[in-house]
């Protein structure tokens, strides 16, 4: 697998030589066919590259060839550079360098934690333009019910008059 022209044939000719069929890689890896069928023949275009290369990493994985050399022919043969990628090892690396130095890395995502949490000044006004809203609306409720107190039924009076009973 190490010329860019023919890293799919070679993967072809890898499976074929431990008799794996492609129908047992489908089975396995819930793959379609007709995919595996366009991997072998070179033929990325069929599906968008996120999938391909997805399904190019389980085959390659099922048939024993090693799949980050394979990732790395695909994109070379696809756009002819090959890109740095996220690897595992650099990660524990930096996570396990981070735990002795005690320092930790900015969070690049919303759902990460981080200590230098700071609220910026148009949160805060926001924040405090939803309460005063809230204040101002139970200010004009209490005003409205004053002025327009419950009305009750009017009752006859009746009162007895002590002078009229003799």
């Known amino acids: 697998m190490d010329t860019e022209e023919t890293f799919f044939l070679a993967l072809k000719n890898h499976r074929e030589s431990k008799q794996i069929t492609l129908d047992e890689i489908s089975e396995f890896t819930k793959i379609n066919p007709k995919y595996l069928h366009a991997i072998e023949e070179g033929n990325f275009n069929i599906i968008p590259n996120i999938y391909m290369r ?10 024993g060839a090693d799949h980050n050399q394979t990732l790395a022919d695909y994109e070379l043969h696809t756009t002819g550079k090959i890109q740095p990628k996220f690897s595992e090892e650099n990660n524990t690396e930096n996570i396990s ?9 900015p969070a690049n995502s919303t759902g990460a934690y981080n200590d230098d949490f700071q609220v910026n000044y148009k949160q805060i006004l ?41």
Do not use: M, W
Request: glycine content about 2%.
């Open 97 to 105: 360098s981070d735990k002795k130095n005690n320092t930790a890395k």
């Open 126 to 166: 926001k924040v405090g333009s939803v309460i005063l809203a809230i204040f101002i609306a139970f200010l004009l409720l209490k005003n409205i019910s004053k002025e327009n107190p419950k009305k009750s039924v009017d009752k006859p009076d009746i009162s007895i008059d002590s002078t009229s009973i003799d």
């Open 54 to 63: 997805l399904f190019i990493r389980s085959y390659a994985k099922y048939i």
